[in-house]
């Protein structure tokens, strides 16, 4: 039997094509790690980040290297946008943002082309998976592209235009995936956009609260102007709709948000916060935040900070600033220093540890439920509703509901035992 070997980079999206692809595979190959040797390699490549750019061109290099003959494959956005750098020259197969439902016939005619086409005329692929192998939160896309063209952002580029799956077809595999998870995590490169021509997505909420069997729907990211009152009221219900919203700043100045051509102002994004806090009583609201844009001062950076301390995050996940070629902030002047772009993450880290932290001290003496991931040494881990980890005494099944009395908080572990089991 062939062997094939997978590397994921980047977000939700690329997982959840990745164990599409991966599910068709198996049925006719053996699938090894990507140290192995193996006959097929596939990287599913990522754009976001320098780093991931890099990535992609490191694995592509330890592929050929694990394996002179093999038949190598790079899928997805960095395939889409740098097509042209000399790594890809390594690669047999490049397949972009269309074609990724067909991979598996590619690779079974063993074809060797660049397959990066135009993406104006592009609609959404449905690339089912029967289960998460092993896993006991399952994604499922339900939308692709985005039609925002924040002027940071390579992903229009990489992704095409919005798209989204019919909400049928979304409730079929979301039964599926229901028989092997008691968690589905709803993505999309922007999930909060999804419209299937009839349908935006409180009518796919609403239709998916009704499935039997799921425990949690998560939303894996969604902007504050997508955040529907409707939503919102769903979330007060305390039901399956999990409480926590991971929603993008990106910044805390008004300055820095119009050039990054973000649709919302600090005003609005604080009041609707406020508002979610206000009725949805102990939801976790996270964010993503740039630091370094061009133009960025020190006052800016400041008003930043000064912003995040007031609106409390759970977590929030920053990085620095990366020049991407074609995009409208790549001509920008006023290019901030890698080193002053490392002393504002560590800054927006540090303040993060900070301010996080009695939100998860707040949890000390209450009830939550987990949904159990794994368990080892006698002890039991899995995610709150919250997305807070717990760690609970005692060995449970995986994918199992729990209901723990939380008695200990460090850092941003939970600490707790089992008063109840479903």
């Known amino acids: 039997m062939k062997t094939y070997a997978t590397m994921i980079l980047g977000c939700k999206v690329n997982d959840y094509e990745a164990h599409s692809f991966k599910e068709a595979m198996d049925k006719e190959y053996l699938e090894v790690s990507f140290k192995e040797k193996a006959d097929i390699y596939v990287i599913f490549t990522c754009c976001v980040t320098n780093t991931a750019e890099s990535k992609t061109r490191k694995f592509i290099r330890q592929a050929r290297r694990a394996n002179p003959d093999a038949y190598i494959v790079a899928v997805g956005c ?36 660049n397959l990066v086409e135009d993406l104006n005329d592009v609609s959404f692929e449905d690339m089912y998976i029967d289960h998460y192998k092993g896993k ?65 997505l409180s009518d796919l909420l609403k239709e998916l609260l009704k499935i039997d069997g799921l425990f949690n729907i998560r939303l ?81 950076f400041k008003d930043t900070l000064d912003f995040l301390k007031e609106l409390k995050f759970s977590f929030i996940h920053v990085f620095p600033y990366a020049l991407k070629k074609g995009t409208k902030a790549a001509s ?14 560590k800054m927006v880290m540090e303040l993060d540890r900070m301010v996080a932290q009695p939100y998860y001290d707040s949890f000390i003496g209450k009830a939550v439920e987990v949904l159990v991931e794994r368990s080892h040494d006698g002890y039991s881990f899995g995610h709150s509703r919250e997305y807070v980890e717990v760690k609970i005494k005692g060995h449970y099944t995986n994918n199992q509901i729990v209901r723990v009395k939380i008695s200990k908080c460090t850092g941003r572990l939970l600490y707790g035992e089992v008063y109840e089991t479903e």
Not at 98 to 107: P, Q, R, S, V, W
Not at 166 to 183: G, P, T, Y
Not at 234 to 248: D, N, R, S, T, V
Request: glycine content about 6%; hydrophobic content about 35%; some cysteine.
């Open 136 to 200: 006991t939160r399952a994604f499922l896309k339900i939308q692709d592209g985005c039609n925002q063209f924040c002027s940071y952002c390579i992903i229009p580029y990489a992704r095409g235009k919005e798209r989204s799956m019919r909400l049928e077809d979304a409730l079929m595999e979301a039964r599926r995936l229901a028989n092997s998870s008691k968690e589905i995590v709803l993505t999309g490169i922007h999930t909060g956009r999804y419209f299937d021509g009839r349908h935006d």
């Open 332 to 345: 920008f002047k006023d290019q901030v220093s890698e080193d002053v772009k490392k002393q504002r993450v």
């Open 78 to 113: 960095y395939a889409q946008t740098g097509s042209d750098n000399k790594v890809f020259e390594e690669v047999d197969l490049i397949v972009g943002s269309k074609h990724k439902k067909d991979l598996k016939t590619l690779i079974d005619k063993h074809i060797k082309d």
């Open 220 to 300: 894996s990211s969604i902007e504050v102007t997508e955040i529907s009152e409707e939503i919102i009221e769903m979330l007060a219900k305390k039901g399956k709709l999990a409480p926590h919203l991971h929603i993008p700043l990106q910044s805390g100045s008004d300055k820095i948000l119009k050039l990054m051509d973000r649709p919302y102002t600090l005003k609005d994004f604080k009041e609707l916060v406020f508002k979610i806090r206000e009725k949805v009583e102990g939801i976790s609201i996270s964010t993503d935040l740039i630091v370094g844009f061009p133009n960025e001062t020190e006052k800016d």
